[in-house]
């Protein structure tokens, strides 16, 4: 069993920037060839991937956090990291990490960010 814990999150002005941790333990097998992805799930909203990162650390993003969000991973430390610069109200959410495939790991808790004045 895969566990995935994500952290960094919190309350931020809009410009702000945070960056989030994503760390994997348990059962992983190769976490390297994995292709990693952030997700993110505001109120009342479905759950959308924003970044992904591919095992030989190619990324992709959506449209709306282009250029604003930077997707990185540390195969050593089984880790997916983002850094979340020029905050906006509308990325308020809790993001969660997982793999970028039809069959995720089971979810973590997500870690909550607010963006507001």
């Known amino acids: 069993q895969v566990q995935l814990v994500e952290s960094g999150g919190g309350l931020v002005q809009p410009g702000g920037s945070l960056r989030l941790s994503c760390a994997a333990s348990?059962?992983?097998?190769?976490?390297?060839?994995?292709?990693m992805g952030w997700y993110r799930q505001a109120p009342g909203k479905q759950r959308e991937l924003v970044a992904t990162?591919?095992?030989?650390?190619?990324?992709n993003y959506a449209d709306s956090v282009k250029g604003r969000f930077t997707i990185s991973r540390d195969n050593a430390k089984n880790s997916v990291s983002l850094q979340m610069s020029s905050l906006k109200p509308e990325d308020t959410a809790v993001y969660y990490c997982?793999?970028?495939?039809?069959?995720?790991?089971?979810w973590g808790q997500g870690t909550q960010v607010t963006v507001s004045s």
């Open positions: 990162i591919s095992s030989g650390g190619s990324t």
């Open positions: 348990g059962s992983i097998f190769s976490f390297s060839i994995r292709a």
């Open positions: 997982n793999v970028n495939s039809v069959s995720f790991w089971p």
